[in-house]
C-alpha cells in the first residue's frame, strides 16, 4: 500500500496493532507491505524523537527549577 504523503522517518506504521516497517515508494512517498487480499487496519502516526527528547529535558529542567525554588525558600525562612 502506498500513501501519496510525503516520506519521514519520523513516521511509524502500524498493520493490525503490529508495528510494521515504513519503505520508500516513489523516492518521495510511504509504502507498507500487506501481505496478500484480506482486511487491513492501518494506521499512519507521527512520532518526532527530537521533540520527545526535548519534552524530556524540559520537564527535568523544571521540576530542577521547582526544587531549587522550594530549596532557597525554605532557607529563607531560617
Known amino acids: 500500500m502506498v500513501l501519496g504523503h510525503n516520506l519521514n522517518n519520523n513516521w511509524k506504521v502500524k498493520v493490525n496493532g503490529k508495528e510494521e516497517n515504513l519503505y520508500k515508494a516513489n523516492l518521495v512517498q510511504r509504502a507498507v ?24 529535558l524540559s520537564l527535568v529542567g523544571i521540576i530542577i527549577l521547582i526544587m531549587l525554588a522550594a530549596i532557597l525558600k525554605i532557607k529563607s525562612k531560617k
Open 33 to 56: 507491505y500487506l501481505p496478500g487480499k484480506g482486511d487491513y487496519i492501518v494506521k499512519f502516526y507521527y512520532f518526532p524523537k527530537l521533540f520527545m527528547i526535548g519534552l524530556g
